[in-house]
């Protein structure tokens, strides 16, 4: 652990302190109502707690993110900001106040400012502090409409006012509203998942980001797996998937990520800054930031997992990128996106365009949709010709 990043820092390169690059801001807020039997983020669930100990927990933790943020933002530009979680509307409208107001005072207003949020907590209030504090895209964990589907998901969330919070957030937000959902859910049909799908497009959200369920060890869902859970079988899942992306398409969402859909301009911006690598810096327990200079090399920074430590002295864990790791990064995460990596930026980092860098591959691998459908043996592909290569 280096309690700070000067280290590595180079004032020369990009994401040196006294430097005004753009970079994009992501705030960790590592609170739930109540843990999802399928999740395996951090986060503390605080649906138990009495609202006197969670107004504390969350107004000591806010104070250490506005305090670590003012840190680390310097002079530098700020296009997009990203509030995620964990559940950033367990804050409450209070909360979120207090924190759109304190980010409004070390920074100018961002270009985009997301923040998520689930049903559950994102009440009336909650939404018009959103509204009123800049907020110009709200995330909506919905997942699913159907009763049974929320419960094998684990989701305690009030099934019965989950219509009227969407329609709630989709007058606030209009085309800025974005829509979680996720297929391949125990016991799902094909025929659910499309009415899900299309109760979902009802509200006219301008983007959906669609998952396909993943049990990830150690959480309640692969406990209850193990304990006789019924699971979908993969093809099953796959057929799923596809019928829902179909679905969108049919829609009129463009599927620009894997595992993302957008009408005409309503694409993630700050999330387009991820998959193309552009820098960014994470503040928060358990958040992470990567910073690239211009020759390729470059840093991440993280905080552990730990609101308490976050809270009493954020402690920065960095960990140096040499050339040859970024560049893998750079095709893993900016293949995700349909129009791939950044061409000027990665010849600015690498001197040379990346059609020099993998050409076989990217010959071979023409039809960006496959690509995007067939993501990992374009980037076996990808990585067996770098192996090979000098680079
Ligand atoms: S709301 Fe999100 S972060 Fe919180 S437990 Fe559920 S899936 Fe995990």
């Known amino acids: 652990m280096i309690p700070r990043g000067e280290e590595y820092a180079d004032p020369a390169e990009p994401f040196g302190s006294r430097s005004a690059e753009a970079v994009s801001l992501y705030l960790h807020i590592p609170f739930c109502d109540a843990k999802c039997d399928y999740c395996d983020f951090y986060s503390i669930p605080l649906g138990h707690k009495s609202p006197k100990d969670k107004d504390r927990i969350i107004n000591r933790y806010i104070t250490a993110v506005l305090k670590e943020t003012e840190r680390r933002l310097g002079n530098h530009r700020v296009p997009t900001v990203?509030?995620?979680?964990?559940?950033?509307s367990s804050l409450g409208a209070a909360g979120m106040t207090r924190l759109l107001r304190g980010l409004g005072s070390l920074m100018p207003p961002a270009g985009e400012l997301t923040v998520e949020a689930n049903p559950e907590t994102a009440d009336g209030a909650f939404l018009d502090a959103c509204g009123s504090g800049g907020v110009t895209r709200l995330s909506l964990g919905v997942q699913s409409f159907d009763r049974r589907a929320l419960k094998a998901l684990g989701r305690r969330g009030g099934w019965q006012d989950l219509p009227h919070r969407v329609a709630a957030a989709a007058e606030v937000f209009g085309p800025g509203l974005s829509l979680d959902m996720m297929s391949g859910i125990p016991g799902q049909t094909e025929a659910e998942l499309r009415r899900d799908i299309?109760?979902?497009?009802?509200?006219?959200?301008?983007?959906i980001s669609f998952y396909a369920l993943t049990v990830e060890p150690g959480t309640p869902l692969a406990r209850r797996?193990?304990?006789?859970?019924?699971l979908l079988p993969p093809d099953t899942a796959d057929r799923l998937w596809l019928a829902g992306r179909r679905a969108l398409i049919r829609g009129g969402y463009g599927h620009y990520e894997v595992s993302n859909?957008?009408?005409?301009?309503r694409r993630g911006?700050?999330?387009i800054r991820y998959w193309r690598m552009e820098n960014w810096i994470g503040v928060g327990a358990g958040a992470?930031?990567?910073c690239i200079g211009s020759h390729g090399r470059g840093r991440r920074i993280h905080y552990g997992p730990d609101a308490e430590t976050f809270i009493t002295g954020p402690v920065e864990i960095v960990e140096p990128l040499d050339r040859s790791t970024v560049l893998r990064e750079i095709l893993l995460m900016g293949y995700r996106y349909i129009e791939g990596p950044d061409p000027a930026l990665f010849r600015k980092r690498f001197g040379r365009t990346i059609e020099e860098v993998i050409p076989k591959t990217l010959a071979k691998w023409n039809d960006t949709e496959k690509r995007l459908l067939f993501l990992n043996s374009f980037l076996l592909d990808s990585f067996m010709e770098l192996d090979h290569s000098k680079f």
């Open 288 to 290: 992470s930031g990567t």
């Open 198 to 207: 299309d109760r979902a497009l009802s509200y006219n959200p301008g983007h």
């Open 82 to 88: 990203y509030i995620g979680g964990g559940s950033p």
């Open 269 to 271: 911006a700050h999330n």
């Open 225 to 230: 797996a193990a304990g006789g859970l019924t």
């Open 261 to 265: 859909f957008a009408l005409p301009g």
